[in-house]
């Protein structure tokens, strides 16, 4: 599957990672196929399922390169595999793009015509919108906050009307969320691939850091998709998984910050535990306990995990 030099756009590869999500993954690919860009590609990587959503994946897209993963290798390392394959077919850009992501068909130019512009910008990322409410925004780029030791989707919640949120603008960026990323293909020979000791989860916020010290990132209005990702989820309504990867991840995230700095973390991140383990145990779900150990299993995972890596 290498690009043909039939166009003079940009050669762009989408890679698509599936983990038992057939329903979400065929809507992601099929709105990719309609997208009006003439010259992309589109890369599904099947992350060692274990249903029967890869064999009718291959049924429904019989003519896409698809890369068959023995396990469950994480997030992070399932796209990598889709991006070392793209880079090795020549990819100018490859979109990192969620399988529970849907796009509008002319939402890649103005990326791509981004990025062409400004050769000093190695991740351009668009607006996304809640599927379940397509005119409330999930993310219009993203903030890193040193405060809340976290990546920030600006202007989640918010109304998708650009005459009331004059904030909704062409602008630089800090923190690039994963869902979508359109990514220059010199940025992993300078900054590398997303980091597979993650796993899952946090892994955008570490790779936006590193991307930031070799290139700009930048936030453009123009193009939008639509994200799955409930609005306005509780705590407690979080899975044991995402509690023990997330708490984990942010203290590893960190790892090679001056001294200072991780010291806060630290304490930011007990003092979140704390405040999380109250809410799950005063409202008391029935999995509670097991949330609530799953949250503290990894506070010490990343404690011990990040002063032996640092």
């Keep these: 599957m290498t690009h043909q030099p ?8 989408a890679v698509v990672l599936n983990w038992h999500g ?4 065929v809507k992601c690919v099929a709105s990719l196929q309609q997208v009006a860009y003439a010259n992309l590609a589109i890369v599904l990587v099947d992350n060692g399922s274990t249903d029967d959503s890869a064999e009718k994946l291959t049924q429904a897209f019989p003519h896409l390169k698809f890369i068959q993963l023995q396990q469950n290798r994480g997030y992070a390392a399932g796209n990598n595999a889709g991006i070392k394959f793209a880079l090795a077919q020549g990819a100018q850009y490859v979109l990192v793009i969620n399988n529970d992501v849907v796009v ?8 791509v015509e981004l990025a062409e512009r400004m050769p000093e910008v190695g991740v351009v990322t668009c607006k996304v919108c809640y599927q379940s409410n397509p005119k409330q925004i999930y993310a219009a780029g993203g903030t890193f906050s040193r405060w809340l030791c976290t990546g ?3 202007l989640q919640w918010q109304s998708d009307d650009p005459k009331r949120n004059i904030k909704d603008r062409e602008r630089e960026i800090s ?5 979508v990323m359109l990514i220059r293909s010199i940025v992993f020979e300078r900054a590398g691939l997303l980091d597979e000791r993650f796993f899952l989860y946090v892994e ?5 850091r590193r991307v930031g010290n070799h290139f700009r990132m930048i936030y453009t209005p123009r193009g939008k998709v639509y994200h799955k990702s409930g609005a306005g989820t509780s705590w407690a309504s979080y899975t044991p998984t995402y509690l023990y990867y997330h708490t984990r991840n942010r203290l590893w995230a960190f790892k090679n910050d001056p001294l200072l700095y991780r010291a806060y973390v630290l304490l ?4 979140n535990a704390l405040a999380k383990t109250l809410v799950l145990w005063q409202r008391k779900p029935d999995d509670s306990r097991q949330k609530i150990r799953a949250l503290w299993r990894g506070f010490r995972d990343g404690v011990s995990q990040s002063q032996s890596a640092s």
Excluded: K
């Design 268 to 271: 930011f991140s007990l003092m």
């Design 204 to 208: 955008d916020l570490e790779f936006s």
């Design 152 to 154: 920030i989707n600006d």
């Design 6 to 13: 039939t166009t003079n756009a940009p050669a762009v590869t």
């Design 22 to 25: 057939y329903d979400d993954t």
């Design 104 to 111: 509008e068909n002319n939402f890649l130019s103005p990326m």
């Design 175 to 179: 923190f690039a969320p994963g869902c």
